[in-house]
């Protein structure tokens, strides 16, 4: 009897724990969190749009489809079995703990929202197959993102993406990867360690190269490279021998030629808007280019056909285009520009060489017959006559001041160093024993220079005296304190003794004008 009654109380227990499991089914789960009600559904959902169940299970919810709009992300029901999950267009701005914890997922579709981030957590997914992120505002990728060991399709087109990181070539499964639309301008050669892949696209990104290592994607079908900045095709590219469909159209820098790739022919080459140097036959069974959608067997209507030199010259890396087919002839023009700009150099150096030469020949032939020397603000210079004769004939000698304001001279009496009161202004000159306190020196040609006796062999410029013009006998004046020579070398002082009959005038000025020209 009591084991009745416990058998009795065990049966009402599992009746009253399956319907409590009963009435918190996927379909209430799922319809209260959306309905924001409390209602039991049961089952009545797995027919819904939308929705696939299996045996009660939800395994796909589409709110596409189910055209309805998630309230909140952060609440989303666990659903223990549920493996496709599309939440589109919903505003949706991170990619909360209660999508991480459905571990059961195998495609992950968060299309169109406002994710600005994908979590590290995200590889706790381990079961996911597909995930697509596109249209999103998501800017930098994650490593953990690239662990999933089972990842076959992964869309992270229309983000903001600049950098893909090394890390990808983890994802050993992956069959599908789609980058367009972003900002990417380098592709790491990890990127082309993925053994699966099929098809890559990197359509309406900032990529300037495609690296050798692409020949690396074996099984390749399709590769869309359109609206890029690339300049140039690697010949590697062409070793893709599985290659369906290639797109390279508005990349408007890209001077390239279109050659076979292995024994295959490609269904559809997309070339429009590219310089095509050449192509060669049975490249490409379809083909667009400059607008116009032909045959292969058309192609020489509308393209240059490769010969087997530009082929060959191609796989040795030789690029040969109208340019660079006179490539030789600009290097030789170089080197002759190089030549000429040279000798044009050596030219004027000689030129200015030759000049400062011939301007040192006429500066010293001027010293032969005009010394100079400076102190303070007075410039004495010293004509030589060079005609001057031994004999008694009487020798001139001139030096001019010309005072820009006040042509006309002024004619001092020398007789004192200070005062000129013995020297009448008719230049009547005849006395210069009263010039005590300095010594006096004439030469033919040449002006009388006055020395301190105090300071022998200093030339006092304050008390120089110049000859000029006018007759007066020097002959007994003392003049043998002056050691002209070490003033001007060049002076022949043989007839120093004896001063006689020289053409002389004493010019003094009390302060030198402001400005002058030697007049010779």
């Known amino acids: 009897m009591i084991n009745k009654i416990f058998l009795t109380f065990l049966f009402l227990m599992y009746g009253l724990s399956f319907y409590l499991v009963k009435g918190q089914s996927d379909c209430t789960l799922l319809y209260n969190y959306i309905n924001g009600d409390s209602n ?131 994802l050993s499964q992956l069959q599908e990867l789609y980058f367009e639309e972003n900002n990417i301008k380098e592709l790491p050669n990890e990127l ?36 890029n900045n690339i300049k140039q095709l690697p010949k590697e590219i062409f070793n893709l021998k599985n290659l369906k469909r290639l797109t390279l159209h508005d990349n408007h820098n890209l001077k390239t030629k279109i050659i076979n790739f292995g024994s295959t022919t490609l269904i559809d080459c997309n070339l429009n808007n590219i310089n095509v140097i050449c192509y060669q036959p049975h490249t490409c069974n379809k083909i667009t280019f400059n607008n116009i959608e032909f045959k292969d067997a058309e192609a020489e209507k509308e393209l240059r056909l490769c010969t087997q030199e530009d082929i060959n010259n191609f796989y040795r890396g030789i690029e040969e285009n109208d340019n660079q087919k006179r490539s030789p002839f600009m290097i030789i023009g170089i080197i002759l520009g190089c030549i000429v700009v040279i000798l044009i150099g050596i030219l004027v150096a000689f030129l200015l060489i030759k000049k400062r030469k011939s301007k040192r020949e006429d500066n010293g032939s001027d010293k032969s017959s005009k010394d100079e020397f400076r102190t303070g603000s007075i410039k004495v210079t010293l004509n030589q006559n060079q005609n001057h004769d031994n004999s008694n004939n009487d020798e001139k000698a001139g030096v001019n001041y010309e005072n820009n304001n006040d042509s006309k001279k002024e004619q001092k009496d020398l007789s004192s160093p200070l005062n000129s009161t013995d020297v009448n202004t008719n230049r009547n000159i005849n006395r210069m024993d009263n010039y005590s306190g300095h010594s006096t020196v004439a030469l033919p040609g040449m002006v009388v220079l006055l020395n301190d006796p105090q300071h022998p062999g200093n030339y006092v410029m304050s008390n120089v005296a110049l000859i000029n013009n006018t007759n007066t006998d020097l002959t007994n004046q003392s003049h043998a304190s002056i050691n002209i020579q070490n003033l001007f070398p060049s002076i022949n002082t043989d007839r120093i003794s004896n001063g006689s009959h020289y053409s002389l005038s004493i010019d003094e000025r009390d302060e030198p004008p402001p400005e002058y020209s030697e007049v010779n």
């Open 40 to 170: 039991d559904y049961s089952n009545d959902c797995c027919s819904d749009p939308g929705i696939n169940c299996d045996n009660g299970y939800i395994t796909k919810f589409s709110n596409k489809d189910a055209k309805k709009l998630i309230p909140d992300i952060t609440s989303f029901p666990y659903l223990s079995r549920i493996e496709n999950l599309t939440i589109i267009d919903n505003g949706i701005k991170e990619i909360s703990d209660s999508i991480i914890k459905l571990t059961s997922l195998k495609s992950l579709d968060l299309d169109t929202n406002s994710i600005e981030s994908i979590p590290s957590t995200i590889q706790n997914l381990t079961n996911l197959e597909i995930l697509r992120l596109n249209d999103n505002n998501i800017k930098e990728l994650p490593n953990e993102l690239f662990n999933f060991a089972n990842l076959k399709l992964l869309n992270l087109r229309g983000n903001q993406i600049e950098i893909i990181p090394p890390a990808i070539q983890n």
């Open 192 to 227: 082309f360690n993925l053994p699966s892949l099929i098809k890559l696209n990197f359509r309406e990104n900032n990529i300037e190269i495609i690296p050798p290592a692409i020949q690396n994607l074996s099984k390749l079908e399709y590769l869309f490279l359109k609206r």
